[in-house]
């Protein structure tokens, strides 16, 4: 968005960063350079929504705090590293607007900002990501990262959506477990039949009053539209959908949200960097909105 780059997110009020991993991810890695390529098609932004006017780099103060440190070979290293980025930028004041990265990238996400207590989540995916382990034993991967939140207790599964879901299955059971926690699990069809403003208007619901994240993973998109990504699946969201109900996000308390799964190197003309992009464009004209209301 051709923000000023800042080490640290101390004095701003909205800080955007990116994680460049993807060693979460199960079958077509790439999301790892989603960060750069995002960060390339932002520049397209301009400064004013066009449907609200809203001005957000007016409203708050914003910059581009980098990408986080990483380790390419090392799962559990990086879960640390990235939790202890957005715990910097959280307790400098700042609202942690990310770019994944693959989306077990929002669990250390998730650990940072529910510091004071399990956070609502409003999640907009293809999948659930509450499955138990991988490949046998391997429970962190980009298909778990909200069971493992919800067991270490800063996910409240009765405040959380996932919006989209749809794909063949592993299990005709694969979704029970997240459903006998509480999740509010709407497929598709359930987005289709309702249209975007129930939608939206049920997300607020489930959400209520308390802090809530939320995440985006691209692949909730149509992969017409954003081919781009680890896990595509036909069927899914117009890019003007996820626009209609992103901004339909107003009023919800939003402690942090992310852009996660764009991998460029299945992406055609940088159309799933750009669609990255301008949602989290959108994403930072709902949050802008939120501090200037909590200015009063
Ligand atoms: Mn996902």
Do not use: K
């Not at 790439?30 to 960060?35: E, I, S, T, V």
């Not at 004013?48 to 380790?71: C, K």
């Not at 940072?112 to 034993?137: C, E, K, M, W």
């Not at 992103?246 to 764009?262: K, M, P």
């Amino acid at each position: 968005m051709r923000l000023p780059y800042r080490e640290s997110a101390a004095g701003l009020d909205v800080a955007l960063y990116g994680i460049p991993w993807d060693g979460g991810t199960t079958n077509r890695a790439g999301a790892r350079h989603g960060p750069r390529e995002v960060r390339s098609q932002s520049s397209m932004m301009r400064s004013v929504h066009h449907v609200t006017g809203l001005q957000p780099f007016r409203i708050a103060r914003v910059a581009d705090v980098g990408d986080l440190s990483v380790n390419p070979t090392d799962i559990g290293d990086t879960l640390e590293r990235i939790a202890a980025g957005v715990a910097a930028i959280v307790r400098a004041g700042a609202i942690p607007l990310g770019v994944g990265g693959d989306h077990l990238t929002t669990l250390p996400v998730l650990r940072a900002v529910a510091r004071s207590g399990p956070v609502g989540l409003i999640q907009f995916d293809a999948h659930s990501d509450t499955n138990d382990t991988y490949f046998g034993n391997s429970p962190y991967t980009h298909g778990t990262p909200f069971r493992r939140a919800i067991e270490e207790g800063i996910l409240d599964p009765r405040r959380t959506i996932q919006i989209g879901l749809r794909g063949s299955l592993y299990d005709p059971a694969e979704h029970d477990w997240a459903r006998a926690q509480g999740i509010r699990t709407m497929y598709m069809e359930e987005c289709v039949r309702l249209g975007p403003e129930r939608v939206m208007e049920e997300a607020r619901r489930v959400a209520g009053d308390g802090p809530t994240y939320v995440t985006f993973d691209i692949d909730c998109l149509d992969p017409s539209m954003a081919p781009g990504t680890g896990t595509p699946e036909i069927g899914g969201f117009t890019t003007r959908e996820a626009q209609q109900m992103l901004r339909l996000l107003d009023g919800v308390r939003i402690v942090g949200a992310d852009v996660v799964e764009v991998a460029p190197p299945f992406d055609l003309s940088g159309i799933t960097a750009l669609a990255g992009a301008t949602v989290l464009f959108e994403l930072l004209c709902v949050v802008a909105s939120g501090c200037r209301q909590a200015r009063g």
